[in-house]
């Protein structure tokens, strides 16, 4: 057969010889379908957005990460995507109308991914329980909303969910949505084994040879892949299952001949003979679904094990697809990888059968396995053996967060104990430590003959193997100290759990338990009051656009249909942090097929920056390096081809000479040092000093950068002419640096965003390089051009929260309140002080909401080795307002006082005092003396679990910014309203409040409504939308555009009594009045806002695990114009500054190069790394200005208030250090998120204290 046959949505779709290995799946439904519901992010199954479901015609669908999926492999397959589901045309879906109605979107452009990942799980098991849903949930990433939402609308299809009106019916929803047939078929549930794939699925096969000279073969049995190799050479071959290897470790390049093997028999299902042998070709989760299945057996009782482990392993979409041979190859040519699969098999003594040519069976040891050359050799099966109840297995793996997450550190401990715990036979293995140490076979020979549950076998025992452990450094992993402790730890951590209850002493109890295993399902609420007599102002209502987001239907930049003889570009980076370009080659780049043009900054027919000076810009940055490099990933060229893999593989190839290479300086600490770098950015001196100093503390913080890490990339399409489409909120910005670059008039060039996929302060400026060099593309080669920034690029060459060095002097009296500070702050700006307001920022902010007359301030800009650092949400605020909490902090400790005493012993009562109200009432409504007992209670009781508690103050100042153009326009033939602004929809709800608003001031219901993108045209001069004013300024223009039309239809309102909205509108146009409103707006809102928050977490001091208990968050949102919207914005900020301080670590290489730069490394929080228990409360009886109806500020504030998470995870450290007899009033510094490596160092735990009793 020559041609991959499958179906999307119920379409046959063909292709052949002319796709290449590299397209994928995401790739033909968006570009050649057309189907752009369906988004993408990370290209390498990290964050969801891409998910569809799949199905063979004998198989229940499931989920899988289209990026992930060669349309290659497609052959047989039904795809459903996300138009499939439901859409405006046949209606919507239930669970696309539950998101919807359930605040489950903000920016949107996760939302089909959400669809579908929970689309797919009903059709496998539509009887989920809620906890089973929230756990299989972590494949998707949701940068705004905080994931409250999303889980309360997906719950509701759980088995369990509590009974509401909406009753939804959960067997219907199981049903096919193409076929509307109920998918019964459940191979694995076969009795024989053997049997995963039907007959039906086995076909011929199919042998093409592409346009690039590879070979793709589709075989159906094992004989047939020796065949092709034998016949076509085995020099450059790759062997295709699920092919999410690429995900793990990504494939520059595929090999000459591919064979898709998934479809092979053989390496399917599983027999039982004395062992169990599984087919290796088995999914994950038919591996998991196996053990569960085999497990009844007495002696494979070990496999419940197996399968609680392997539901940490990727995710649902991922183990859907990815085989146990797959998973074995990749810790096979990666030695580095901790592969779960491998652990589990060498912990029990499993085998592989592998095979050679002419059917030539071997069964190794794993060991053996990973010695073995597998060149033409394939991965038949794994044997696992019996054991009986003499064996005692447990694994752990260590994550930085909860789920989806390749392990820091795993670790298998096997043993074969006697009636009297003696020790027969011990296997323990690592993972994550180095390529080449995953036995401690002298530990295991240590452990032979001794009674395994005695203080003295564990401290030999633990001697022994810190002795044996080889642990290696391997940046971006996380510290050998770290990993040692660790690996030691659960050791100590399995005897826990396997010795019996009597033999421990009950405080050491809490080592046995795995925090992360005792999280419950969440659970959240939403505290406020509504005005019914303003609705629909401060009415909660759905985002105007969600239903058409959770379809898919709604627009982003890069939905742009494929446009005729359009380009792709990539940037270029260079591969050194600091020096000068010598020369550049582009030889091997240009004749690669496909490629069309490179440029460099010589192309570029105006000024050679996307930042032209004036305004924020003191400085030009290059939008291609002219020569001198600042930070490593600088671009340096454009490099242009027909498809978007040829221009990033070509950008690669272009190869740079270096001359004067320097070591960059991207440490803050050491760039502060060079009078050159630092310049002062403002002063405010102390107007008071008091006398009664009773201690003097001195420290330095550091805070830490983050990646915005946006669902929607950076992303341009330019039409040659030129129109452009991209992601920005800042359009007035990005007009005139493309005007100024590429030497054409701001009137030639017209800029459309209909709305943006996540910014949180990177599209305010940062896209502009990427839409300059698209611009620059379509001017030059006269034909569009689609820029696709990869999310590595990305990371690599983009600025992001700016880092910062606080220094301070404080002296406190005995009741902590602030005599005289010093305070020093440095700003890490990159390699350019742009955007200077950022640190101006801070002199509003850093002394949160305390008394300042005390305090004298100094901030510094600092320049560095780095991408020029940008913002990001509560940008300058956030480092201001965690700054003054920590030193509050600090004094509490060092004075022993309560941490509140101190903050409210320094508030500033004439500006902030509503705070220590806000407080009494959290406290009272937290329960907070009770829980304060009962976590004391628990901290003593426990040795190897702590909790924490704090409560953290934060005040808010809005920076008034924003100048933006409202047009409103009724249309006279059905009343029926458009506005549009040059205010962009980020996700944070601005056009469902200003659509609110003008339903209110117009008494018109709100589906009359439509609110538009915004274009050049329509709203010129666009000022940033940001400061979290956009919504503001944008309801005051449209209040002010209703009141000019309300004046304008004054006289027939009064004439025509009883006439209906349209009669009315209709008499006015045909009496020539002009339903065209636009007004020009620009709030100027500075009123300060007080917050509070608590938050209750618990620790694990062997591993440094943490889970978030409950937090409580009051915040002033004056009168909501639309509550859910705010709640959302509240709770999706919290989060955000959730993984700023617990998981999102950026690691960087000497050279200056960002090692955390994917899905794989960098770890925002997912749905399982939320509180278990969050509450938001709005203040009640609050109101900012009548012209902004009363709202305030809602959408940076919240982020401040994570600072609450580290400070309470503090506590519990602290509790625990003062086991080891450090005083618990001792401070010790901890810059950089509260990560599993900083708490389990931090709490000084030493093995000598490892003890069963
Ligand atoms: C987001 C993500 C998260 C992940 N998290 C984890 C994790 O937490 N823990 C963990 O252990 N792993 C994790 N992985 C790795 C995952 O388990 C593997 O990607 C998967 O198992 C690979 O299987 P595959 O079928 O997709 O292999 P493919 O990508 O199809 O192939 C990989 C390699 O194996 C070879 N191969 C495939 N089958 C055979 C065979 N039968 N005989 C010989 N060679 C063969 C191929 O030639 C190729 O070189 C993660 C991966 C991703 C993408
Ligand atoms: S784009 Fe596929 S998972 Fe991110
Ligand atoms: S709504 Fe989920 S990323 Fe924006």
């Excluded at 298998?412 to 076979?441: E, H, M, W």
């Excluded at 190897?944 to 934060?954: D, T």
């Amino acid at each position: 057969m020559d041609k991959i046959v499958f179906k999307v949505n119920g379409e046959e779709c063909k292709v052949a010889c002319h796709v290449s290995p590299d397209e994928t799946l995401l790739d033909y439904v968006r570009e050649r379908l057309g189907l752009r519901g369906t988004k993408y992010m990370c290209r390498e199954a990290g964050c969801g957005a891409c998910i569809v479901s799949a199905k063979r015609s004998s198989q229940q669908p499931y989920a899988v990460n289209s990026c992930m999926i060669p349309i290659l492999a497609c052959h047989g397959l039904e795809i459903t995507t996300i138009e499939g589901v439901g859409n405006k045309k046949k209606g919507y879906h239930k669970l696309q109308t539950t998101l919807a109605e359930n605040n489950g979107t903000q920016c949107g452009y996760c939302s089909p991914g959400w669809v579908m990942s929970m689309y797919s799980l009903l059709q496998t098991k539509p009887d989920r329980t809620m906890l089973d849903i929230e756990q299989s949930l972590s494949s998707n990433v949701c940068r705004c909303t905080g994931y409250r939402p999303i889980l309360q609308a997906f719950k509701k299809f759980a088995k369990d969910a509590p009974k509401t009106d909406d009753i939804i019916d959960i067997e219907d929803l199981s049903k096919c949505n193409i076929s509307r047939t109920s998918c019964k078929e459940n191979c694995s549930d076969d009795e024989d084994g053997w049997c995963v794939v039907h007959e039906c699925d086995v076909d011929r096969g199919i042998a093409l040879k592409l346009k690039d000279g590879r070979y793709w073969y589709r075989v159906g049995r094992i004989e047939d892949v020796f065949e092709v190799l034998k016949d076509k050479g085995d020099d450059s071959y790759m062997l295709v299952a699920g092919n999410t290897a690429k995900g793990a470790y990504p494939i520059e390049e595929y090999p000459r001949i591919l064979i898709q093997i998934n479809n092979i028999l053989e390496l399917k299902g599983y027999v039982m003979d004395q062992n169990l042998i599984i087919g290796a070709g088995s999914t994950l989760n038919e591996f998991r679904d196996i053990c569960m299945k085999v497990s009844e057996n007495e002696y494979f009782r070990y496999l419940r094990k197996f399968y609680d482990h392997l539901g940490k392993v990727a995710h649902v979409p991922v183990r859907n697809v990815g085989t146990i041979a797959g998973n074995l190859m990749l810790k096979h040519q990666h030695n580095w990888f901790a592969s779960d699969i491998y652990l589990l098999l060498e912990t029990v003594g499993a085998q592989v059968t592998i095979v050679r040519y002419k059917n030539v069976k071997q069964t190794v040891t794993m060991q053996q396995f990973l010695n073995q050359n597998m060149k033409g050799v394939i991965i038949l099966n794994i044997m696992l053996p019996p054991l009986n109840d003499e064996y005692k297995l447990v694994t752990f793996k260590i994550m930085p967060r909860r789920l989806n997450a390749h392990a820091i550190i795993n670790a298998g401990f096997l043993f074969q104990l006697s009636k009297f715990n003696i020790v027969r036979d011990a296997r323990v293995v690592f993972g994550g430590l180095s390529p080449s140490f995953t036995r401690a076979y002298k530990t295991e020979r240590y452990l032979l003959g001794k009674d395994l549950f005695t203080n003295e076998t564990l401290q030999g025992t633990l001697k022994v193997l810190d002795d044996e452990l080889v642990v290696e450094e391997r940046l971006p992993e996380l510290g050998v100290e770290y990993r040692r402790q660790t690996a030691l730890a659960l050791f100590y951590k399995a005897l826990l759990i396997l010795c019996p209850d009597f033999k421990i002493h009950p405080r050491y109890r809490s080592g046995a338990i795995n925090l992360h295993d005792t999280r419950p399902v969440s659970q959240a609420r939403q505290i406020y009051h509504t005005d019914p007599s303003m609705y629909p102002v401060n009415q909660p209502i759905p985002k105007i656009d969600a239903l058409y987001q959770c379809a898919g239907e709604a627009f982003y930049s890069e939905d742009v249909p494929a446009l005729p003889g359009e380009c792709f570009a990539a940037f270029c980076l260079t591969t050194i942090g600091s020096g000068e370009i010598a020369s550049i080659d582009t030889k091997k780049a240009l004749s690669l097929h496909g490629v069309i043009a490179f440029y460099t900054a010589k192309d570029i027919p105006g000024i050679n920056s996307f930042t032209p000076k004036g305004g924020i810009f003191p400085e030009k940055e290059e939008i291609l390096c002219n020569g001198t490099v600042k930070f490593f990933s600088q671009p340096f060229g454009i490099i242009v081809a027909k498809t978007k893999h040829i221009a990033e593989r070509a950008a690669k190839l272009v190869k740079v000479e270096y001359k004067n290479v320097r070591k960059p300086v991207i440490d803050i600490k050491e760039a502060m040092k060079d009078p050159n770098r630092v310049t002062v950015n403002s002063s405010i001196t102390a107007t008071d000093k008091g006398n009664d100093v009773y201690k003097v503390i001195k420290n330095v913080h550091t805070m830490f950068g983050q990646f915005h890490f946006t669902m929607e990339g950076i992303v341009c399409v330019v039409e040659e002419g030129l129109k452009v489409y991209m992601g920005t909120h800042f359009v007035d910005g990005a007009h005139i640096a493309i005007s100024k670059a590429l030497k054409i008039d701001q009137s030639r060039i017209d800029i459309y965003v209909r709305r943006v996929g996540g910014s949180y302060g990177l599209k305010i400026t940062r896209g502009n390089q990427s839409a300059v060099a698209c611009g620059l593309v379509a001017l030059k080669l006269n034909r569009p051009c689609r820029f696709i920034q990869s999310l590595t690029d990305t990371t690599r060459s983009i600025g992001k929260r700016l880092t910062c060095t606080n220094d301070f002097e404080v002296g406190v009296n005995k009741n902590g309140v602030i005599q005289y500070m010093n305070y020093d702050m440095y700003h890490n700006f990159g390699c350019s002080v742009n955007e200077n307001l950022l640190s101006g920022l801070v002199t509003d902010a850093f002394f949160n909401c305390y008394d300042k007359s005390r305090w004298n301030y100094n901030g510094y800009n600092v320049v560095t080795n780095l991408p020029k650092n940008t913002w990001f949400r509560a940008p300058g605020n956030l480092e201001g307002v965690s700054n003054a909490e920590l030193i509050m902090e600090q004094i509490s400790y060092e004075l022993s006082l309560d941490p509140v005493e101190v903050r409210l012993n320094n508030l500033d009562r004439e500006q902030y005092g509503d705070i220590e109200n806000m407080y009494k009432r959290l406290k009272k409504d937290t329960d907070y003396n009770k829980r304060r007992m009962i976590v004391n209670k628990y901290n003593k009781a426990n040795r190897w679990k702590k909790r924490g508690l704090r409560f953290s103050f934060s005040k808010w100042n809005s920076s008034p910014l924003g100048n933006f153009n409202v047009l409103l326009c009724v249309y006279q033939g059905d009343g029926t309203v458009v506005i549009s602004h040059g205010a962009i929809e980020i996700g944070q709800g601005t056009n469902t409040k200003a659509a609110q608003v003008c339903a209110y001031s117009l008494k018109i219901p709100i589906e009359k409504i439509q609110v538009k993108g915004c274009d050049t045209t329509k709203g010129p001069n666009s000022d940033q939308a940001a400061a979290s004013l956009a919504s503001q300024n944008v309801a005051v223009g449209v209040q002010k555009c209703c009141k000019v039309l309300l004046e304008r239809l004054e006289s027939f309102r009064k004439e025509m009594v009883d006439a209906t909205w349209e009669e009315i509108v209709k008499a006015a146009y045909l009496d020539g009045v002009d339903l065209q409103v636009e007004c020009h707006v620009s709030v100027k809102d500075s009123e300060p806002y007080p917050y509070t928050v608590f938050a209750e977490v618990e620790i694990d001091v062997l591993t440094g695990e943490s889970e978030i208990l409950r937090v409580d968050i009051l915040e002033d949102v004056g009168t909501s114009v639309s509550p859910e919207i705010d709640i959302g914005q509240i709770e999706g900020a919290f989060i955000m500054g959730v993984g700023y301080w617990t998981s999102e670590r950026l690691t960087y290489a000497d050279t200056g190069e960002l090692l955390t730069n994917r899905t794989w490394n960098l770890h925002v929080p997912l749905c399982t790394d939320i509180p278990q228990d969050f509450r938001v409360y709005f203040k009640e009886n609050s109101y900012s200005y009548a012209a902004i109806m009363g709202a305030k500020a809602v959408g940076e504030p919240p982020l401040c208030l994570a600072i609450c998470v580290p400070l309470a995870i503090r506590e519990a450290i602290s509790e625990a250090r003062s086991e080891c007899g450090i005083p618990r009033n001792q401070w010790f510094p901890i810059d950089g998120p509260s990560s599993v490596d900083v708490i389990a160092l931090s709490t000084a735990t030493k093995k000598e204290q490892f003890k069963f009793h």
